[in-house]
Nanobody, 118 residues
Framework: QVQLVESGGGLVQAGGSLRLSCTVS????????MGWFRQAPGKEREFVAD????????VYPDSVKGRFTLSRDNAKNTVFMQMNSLKPEDTAIYFC???????????WGQGTQVTVSS
């Protein structure tokens, strides 16, 4: 049993910044790989970022590369996503997910809303 709780969402104007966090409880060994997805109303879920246990291996799609940055504090069982230069198209519910080093994500948080105004 693993629980993920996201926080840090809110309303920000275009060009602003937010930092999301995701705290994991339960079997932290099941969170070797952490990821973020987002979903806007009427749209499909979109991959945003991925990070491994060491925090040194990260993956970003072109849509957020150079603007979003992941980091981990394993002592606190928390992953952070720093989001800079936010755009209105970044508006979505952001979901944290966790899984093994190899294989599909297995656990999901309930999401935190990010709204970027123009």
């Amino acid at each position: 049993q693993v629980q993920l709780v996201e926080s840090g969402g809110g309303l920000v104007q275009a060009g602003g910044s937010l930092r999301l966090s995701c705290t994991v409880s339960g079997r932290t060994s099941s969170s070797e790989r952490m990821g973020w997805f987002r979903q806007a109303p009427g749209k499909e879920r979109e991959f945003v970022a991925d990070i491994n246990w060491s925090g040194r291996g990260t993956v970003y799609p072109d849509s957020v590369k150079g603007r979003f940055t992941l980091s981990r504090d394993n002592a606190k069982n928390t992953v952070f996503m720093q989001m800079n230069s936010l755009k209105p198209e970044d508006t979505a519910i952001y979901f944290c997910t966790a899984g093994p080093l190899i294989g599909p994500y297995a656990y999901w948080g309930q999401g935190t809303q990010v709204t970027v105004s123009s």
